[in-house]
């Protein structure tokens, strides 16, 4: 049996495109050559591929299933052939996602962007919000690099420990916590927002303070880190989040930030790819970025190591 691997590139794109045309301009074909080149695919595979739905196209059961497989056999063979060439950054033209905590990406977006756009202006990224619920995106090849707070479990699912940031309360000028000895009663009996993408009203914190006898009072969840320093600001709702990483919007609201009475563990802050870029030279060297431009945050002269005394701008 005689295989064209060019049928590969061509199927890869079909997946990520989701339509003929779109898969043609991908790879630079006219819609007639892909298409013939879709019929081909169906002849060696004996499945459809993509069907019609209404004015678009959707891909099978098996299509979804071999979609990461295809992915990563075009990336191993593209890294295959071009393993010899020297990274030029000047000339290089790639589209990365970058998918981080919205705290992150407010605290060191625009560094990365800029970073990223003075090495390589050809390079375009892209920064999603995080989705609602756990997705196998870098598997799939549709993030390049995500940030965590916790190393991953997939063997397949690369990590890289960029820094650690502790936990700070903030509240409004005039909260009655910035008066006064803050005990860990006071801060428990304080009402709270959590931030959860998920909407979660229970973390970390409440575990510590369970083993000390004492209940937060959780009044609501909100979805980012943004949403809940600008609630702090406008309510007597206590936050508690990292120190590094949302201390510059701390700072623009004009928060108070306090030191918790009872320390817990640092956050930890990992970067994550999936084992398929460990060789790609472009992707190296966005990784390298992003670590450069996340642990810079962490080594400022005002990073959360330094004593912590109540900070506004007033």
């Not at 991908?26 to 169906?42: D, F, K, N």
């Not at 920064?127 to 690099?145: H, I, K, N, S």
Request: proline fraction near 6%; hydrophobic fraction near 40%; include cysteine.
């Amino acid at each position: 049996m005689q295989l064209d691997l060019n049928l590969l590139t061509a199927l890869d794109a079909l997946l990520e495109e989701g339509s003929v045309a779109g898969a043609a301009a991908r790879l630079h074909v006219t819609a007639p050559a892909m298409s013939r080149s879709l019929g081909r695919i169906r002849k060696a595979t004996g499945d459809q591929i993509l069907v019609r739905t209404g004015r678009s196209m959707v891909p099978t059961t098996r299509a979804l299933a071999m979609r990461a497989q295809v992915h990563a056999l075009v990336q191993q063979a593209h890294q295959v052939l071009s393993a010899q060439q020297e990274l030029d950054l000047a000339a290089l033209e790639r589209v990365f996602t970058v998918r981080w905590h919205d705290a992150l990406t407010a605290a060191c977006g625009t560094a990365l962007i800029t970073a990223v756009h003075r090495q390589a202006p050809g390079v375009q990224l892209r920064l999603p919000a995080e989705p609602g619920t756990d997705t196998p995106e870098l598997r799939r090849g549709e993030v390049d690099l995500e940030s965590s707070s916790s190393a991953p479990t997939l063997s397949d699912i690369r990590h890289r420990l960029v820094g650690r940031d502790r936990l700070v309360i903030a509240v409004r000028p005039g909260h009655p916590l910035t008066e006064g000895p803050l005990s860990l009663e006071r801060y428990a009996a304080a009402e709270h927002l959590t931030v959860s993408r998920r909407g979660g009203l229970r973390d970390q914190i409440d575990d510590a303070l369970t083993t000390r006898g004492l209940e937060r009072r959780v009044v609501a969840a909100g979805p980012t880190a943004a949403f809940a320093l600008q609630l702090a600001l406008e309510t007597d709702l206590v936050v508690t989040l990292p120190d590094a990483v949302t201390r510059t919007a701390r700072d623009q609201l004009g928060l108070i930030t306090l030191p918790l009475p009872h320390p817990l563990p640092d956050v930890p802050l990992y970067l994550l790819w999936h084992q398929r870029y460990d060789d790609d030279r472009a992707h190296t060297w966005l990784r390298e970025t992003a670590a450069e431009t996340v642990q810079a945050l962490f080594a400022s002269p005002t990073a959360s190591q330094r004593p912590l005394t109540h900070r506004s701008r007033q």
